[in-house]
């Protein structure tokens, strides 16, 4: 008999992150809003299609069930996601980095404005790190004139502003 060989879960998981900006919660808040106003026609297509006959067979009603299914579980999705929400606040303190403030740093490639948010938000080429980033995790807790080290690219923190 042979025994079976156990794969290894492919799939990274990234840790959870709950920090959210004031926008990106209203944002989420009005998603939700939009998504359950749809629920009511899609229920109504289920019970139409359910009506057809034998379920087995009736492959359009497979298929509004599963957008349903599949419209529900978004909106849990994004109901335990702002219950869980840390909303970034931008603190008044600049005299170190946190997440919320915009951190202006210079490289050998030149100067950079980053502001970091949480993982969700993140877009490098618009100037956003996520506090996760081997960067952004490097700046949290520096003050200005500190530098750290990237990859073997060096960045001086310059300004720290909200």
Do not use: C, W
């Amino acid at each position: 008999m042979r025994v079976p060989i156990r794969k290894g879960d492919s799939r990274v998981f990234a840790p959870k992150d709950y920090y959210l900006s004031p926008s990106k919660y209203r944002e989420l808040e009005a998603e939700i809003v939009r998504l359950t106003a749809k629920r009511p026609s899609l229920a109504t297509e289920v019970k139409r299609l359910a009506e057809m006959g034998d379920f087995s067979e009736n492959a359009g009603y497979q298929l509004a069930k599963g957008r349903l299914r599949g419209l529900n579980q978004r909106i849990l999705e994004i109901t335990d996601r702002l219950r869980k929400a840390e909303i970034i606040t931008g603190d008044e303190d600049i005299s170190a980095v946190q997440i919320g403030h915009t951190v202006s740093l210079k490289s050998t490639s030149g100067h950079k404005n980053y502001t970091i948010l949480g993982g969700s938000e993140s877009n490098p080429s618009q100037g956003i790190i996520s506090h996760l980033s081997p960067l952004g995790s490097a700046l949290l807790g520096k003050s200005v004139g500190e530098t750290v080290s990237i990859n073997g690219k060096n960045y001086q923190i310059l300004a720290i502003s909200n």
